[in-house]
């Protein structure tokens, strides 16, 4: 999340495109060595609708290696590595338009064959030349960029990039074949299946995708122990002890869940609230806490368990940030309260930036 907001909000071209670079490797799950040794990049997704506050991958980006470190046979060295990175930001930073935007200023390619190293030196006048920085200077530069202190200098180096996110996919549970594709380590045993499905790292990046998904929700936390790493099974307990009796209630006066979905709803099919969700608007306005200003046509939703507010639209399937609608969410008429916690993603998106302009 750091060096997606450096790559962000930094005025140094030059550090977009390097720390750009590594965060396309990070997420490709791939060796620095591979990504120096690319030919060619792969774009697949539509710039001008990047949504980086979303939940869910805007598109992927392919480098093609040859010579890879594990191709040791002609045969392979003759064969192309793709590192598949989903394009995503865990921080909601807009990092990879940035990341190419500085590319094309400094006439880097973005599509096709790279006549430049992935990640190459600059001269005195910023522009790029034909020479590739090394491993050790890409974690020298990882290192500062991190602000990391002196004693754990040696923990962080370029092989982390690819070290991280396979650590967050084994603490997921993600299962070790998939694993295997994302580290593109292959089994001996399944060369020929995975030759013939042309497409082997698909499902492999959608298991990271969902890695990632769950760790931007808050769901999935990889730097918590075992036992605090995933926030649902912590809700589904606190969910469990209100419903037995004699447990503990909400203590929030204001706050009070919604039938399941398999009974009647406040809410018709549509979005529109029925006539007793509207109750709020009969408390006098002196008496109201304060709320968050939204346009009127926003919808309102609070968490079941966590009493999180979350904004839709009427008529959509998801909130603002993505998150899917269920039966864990009660509709509230109104707009959000002061004081309550709020979804950032909700509040940062741009359909609530386009619902305001209109």
């Known amino acids: ?34 990504g120096q040794r690319a030919v060619s990049m792969i774009l697949d997704t539509d710039l001008e609708r990047i949504d980086s506050g979303s939940l869910d991958a ?17 045969t392979l060295k003759r064969m192309v ?14 990092w990879f338009r940035s990341w190419i935007h500085a590319r094309e200023i400094l006439g ?20 790029a030349i034909a020479e590739e920085i090394t491993s050790a200077e890409a974690s020298a530069l990882l290192r500062r960029a991190l602000k990391i202190p002196e004693q754990e200098r040696a923990l962080i180096r370029s092989h982390s990039l690819k070290c991280t996110p396979l650590s967050w996919s084994c603490k997921y549970g993600t299962d070790l074949p998939t694993r295997r594709l994302l580290g593109h380590h292959l089994d001996p045993h399944a060369i020929s299946p995975e030759t013939y499905g042309r497409d082997s790292m698909g499902p492999a990046v959608r298991c990271l995708e969902s890695t990632l998904r ?11 122990t075992r036992s605090g790493r995933f ?7 606190i969910a469990q002890t209100e419903a037995e009796p004699g447990g503990d209630t909400d203590s929030d006066s204001d706050f009070v869940p919604s039938s399941s979905d398999s009974e009647s709803s406040d809410e ?6 029925s006539e007793a969700s509207l109750l709020w608007h009969l408390v006098l306005p002196d008496l109201r806490p304060g709320y968050v200003d939204v346009p009127e046509s926003i919808l309102v939703f609070r968490n079941n368990v966590s009493g999180m507010q979350h904004l839709k639209q009427p008529g959509a399937l998801k909130f603002l ?4 609608e269920g039966y864990r969410y009660t509709y509230y008429a109104g707009k959000p309260i002061r004081g309550v916690a709020m979804c950032d993603h909700c509040i940062g998106s741009r359909e609530l930036a386009r619902a305001e302009k209109s």
């Open 1 to 34: 999340m750091s060096l997606e907001r450096l790559v962000a909000q930094t005025e140094d071209i030059k550090d977009k495109v390097v720390f750009g670079g590594l965060l396309v490797l990070l997420y490709s799950c791939g060796r620095f060595s591979d």
């Open 58 to 74: 805007q598109g992927y980006v392919e480098l093609q290696v040859l010579g890879h470190k594990s191709a040791r046979s002609e």
């Open 81 to 94: 590595l793709p590192l598949v990175a989903p394009i995503f930001s865990l921080s909601s930073a807009d």
């Open 108 to 127: 880097l390619p973005v599509q096709g064959r790279l006549n430049y190293p992935f990640i190459c030196r600059f001269d005195i006048q910023g522009k």
């Open 214 to 224: 769950d760790i931007k929700a808050g769901e999935f936390r990889p730097d918590e």
């Open 231 to 237: 926030v649902r099974a912590a809700q589904s307990e």
């Open 268 to 273: 018709d099919p549509f979005g529109r609230p």
């Open 321 to 324: 940030c993505g998150r899917r």
